[in-house]
């Protein structure tokens, strides 16, 4: 829910921005040069330079009532005050039953150039009146002052009248009494509020009740219980935000067919679009998180960290990918320019990049630590003689927990240059120490416990026969020593510790039988200007 929460907020950020702009549409691709160099020559104040841009305009002329101004956006057709009475009509008209996407209405000066009408026509639509499909035509005229700009035709205008004569309630009107349309708050009557919770209210109980119904046949006719637990941990991490992403989504199909202004509906589906690209983040950012999971718990069987970490690092690089992805994509509803904007991207990544070079190296270092599996989570190592556990491996360094139990971080990029003693990798673990025995101990003696010694090594099942060894060393001033050189067979600390503890009681035991004791330790006396003492400890 953590990521749910990040992508609501920087949507509550972008929407204050989207409801101040000027087109209520979705952004088109930037004009042809043609197009760019006849904005330049003539830029129209009224913005109605292009089909979308001008019908958006009239939009938000009506929403505010201000029908002097929506005057600007339409043929005459005799005196002003019919004009403006015919916009009031054409706004009520669609209002009730203009639905098509404004994005779909083209935003180039010369308007669209396949639709099969003459070059200076534009056709929106169409609205269904009375059960028979009518068209708003827009007109290219020649301005004076501002030079080609798209109007509203005259002969749309004309046929206003007949048109608002023939309105018929709509499905809310007809299915809800009428004590629901009576009263309004901002435009938006109970109807319109009731409608609005239905469609959200009644695709969320059908969907539950739906993944419900499927999720209680999988679990009573799934027999193994390995895949059984596998379906229970999918559908615990993508059942909500699944259900909630496709009641978004159905909700936002409803939009078009509620609400009490096409001013507001156009409003409204933006935010409802910037909704569910945040709820789609979050199914992705999810779904990577199962599938990361699943892939690492059969790597962690098949004993292969390495990749597994180095999947970890991709996992949180491809989160940081749809967050940046999603961001730019709510940004682009919002109408914001995204080609400047991965521009000024562009700009500040590389004053970053300058800024923080020390943050890339680190990145990169961390990249090639688990590209060349050196470490992993989980793994024995020794850096710079500090013995730990590698607890994790993020973007900019690694995290150690040391035998005292504290947690050493290390900057990547000097770990990449770091001598790594890895002990994770190993299959046995070596157990080599020195047997001093006393100087009395006589040379039968010595025969015997090297022999038993040895005997005990090959009969031990935990250690490897092959290169265990059991050897007369020296005569020091120490004591008669014995090598003992073996590879107990396994990679866990805890059960070489107990291993190696088990023989060398073993070899005490040996020692015992034969008659033979430890050597003691021994201080040695000079006098100044002699040394025997370096000849003896030497052997000689």
Known sequence: MNSLFRYILLAMMVLPAAAQLAVPGTPSPSPSPSAAASEQTHKDPFDRGSPRSAIAAFIRAAHRNDWAAATRYAENVGEQAGTEQRLQGLNELMDRYFHQPLSTISDAPEGALDDGLPLNRERLGPLLV????QYIELVRVNDPVAGPVWLISSDTLQRVPALRAAIERNWVER?????FLAHS????????????AASLALPLALLRFLSGVGHSIVRR???DPARRAII???YAGLHWPVLLTLVAIMHLSLVPWFGPSLRFRILYSRVALVVVV???????????QLVYQRASTRLQFRGRAGTRSLMLLGERLLKVLIGVVSVLVML???????KTALAGLGIVGFAVALGAQKTVENILGGMLLLGDEAIAIGDLCCVSDRLGVVEDITLRSVRIRTLEQTVLSIPAGVLAQASIENFASRGKMLAQTTLRLAHDTSCQQLRVIREEIAELLAKNARIETESSRVRLVGFTLRGVELELFAYILTADMQEFLAVREELLLQVASVVERAGSTFARPCVLLEEPGSAPAA???SGR
């Open 130 to 133: 009375g059960g028979r499909g």
């Open 535 to 537: 000849a003896l400890s």
């Open 232 to 234: 229970e941990s999918w």
């Open 278 to 288: 945040a709820l789609l983040a979050w199914c992705l950012q999810r779904f990577l």
């Open 332 to 338: 682009a509803i919002g109408g914001f320019d995204i």
């Open 221 to 223: 006719t799934m027999r």
């Open 175 to 179: 299915m809800l009494p009428a004590p």
């Open 185 to 196: 708050w901002f435009g938006f009557s109970l109807a319109n509020l009731v409608v609005w």
